[in-house]
T-cell receptor, first 114, second 112 residues
Framework: DAGVIQSPRHEVTEMGQEVTLRCKPI?????LFWYRQTMMRGLELLIY????????DSGMPEDRFSAKMPNASFSTLKIQPSEPRDSAVYFC????????????FGPGTRLLVL | KQEVTQIPAALSVPEGENLVLNCSFT??????LQWFRQDPGKGLTSLLL?????REQTSGRLNASLDKSSGRSTLYIAASQPGDSATYLC???????????FGGGTRVLVKP
């Protein structure tokens, strides 16, 4: 398996623009997680899905952030409008239900908002 | 609210020395505790997962212990190598299927 796939790997945009981050989880995994990592706040969970349904979005910073999972093999995290403080590395992770609950992380998308 | 702390934030050791990485958590009612490795510019790789009913887990040169009563977990890396240089993060889960709360990580440098 190719692992968790994220695109783009790097994104530079200007304040006010819409940003869409994409994630393809490992095939057969039931859970999908979106994290944000910054120097100041470390790694934070934004939202997670189980069987394509959002379970906990309490980590989503504000209404500018939205996430969708239209099917088991694709999820998006959208920021509209983007702000400089959104600059961070955004990770997607997935895992299978039950078992050890080990999460498998993608390589991340490095976002810079100017 | 669970808080996970890792001290020190950075550690430098000569090659061959054993590494001891610490992780503390405020709420002992955890479901499991996981250790991850993160290389610069990369995602996280799961190293070891300890269920709340377990005291330790081992994989090769890595050994992780868990003491729920004291709110601590320790990751031991025997005979460190330059390739062990990375950031190590611990994370706890409160319940099955629940989200992970991460520590800030310990950045390790193993000098040849």
């Amino acid at each position: 398996d190719a692992g968790v796939i994220q695109s783009p790997r790097h994104e530079v945009t200007e304040m006010g623009q819409e940003v869409t981050l994409r994630c393809k989880p490992i095939s057969g995994h039931d859970y999908l997680f979106w994290y944000r990592q910054t120097m100041m706040r470390g790694l934070e969970l934004l939202i997670y899905f189980n069987n394509n349904v959002p379970i906990d979005d309490s980590g989503m910073p504000e209404d500018r952030f939205s996430a969708k999972m239209p099917n088991a093999s694709f999820s998006t995290l959208k920021i509209q409008p983007s702000e400089p403080r959104d600059s961070a590395v955004y990770f997607c992770a997935s895992r299978i239900a039950g078992g050890q609950e080990t999460q498998y992380f993608g390589p991340g998308t490095r976002l810079l908002v100017l | 609210k669970q808080e996970v702390t890792q001290i020190p934030a950075a550690l430098s050791v000569p090659e061959g020395e054993n590494l001891v990485l610490n992780c503390s958590f405020t709420d002992s009612a955890i479901y499991n505790l996981q250790w991850f490795r993160q290389d610069p510019g990369k995602g996280l790789t799961s190293l070891l997962l300890i269920q709340s009913s377990q005291r330790e887990q081992t994989s090769g040169r890595l050994n992780a212990s868990l003491d729920k009563s004291s709110g601590r977990s320790t990751l031991y890396i025997a005979a460190s190598q330059p390739g062990d240089s990375a950031t190590y993060l611990c994370a706890s889960s409160k319940a099955a299927g629940n989200k992970l709360t991460f520590g800030g990580g310990t950045r390790v440098l193993v000098k040849p």
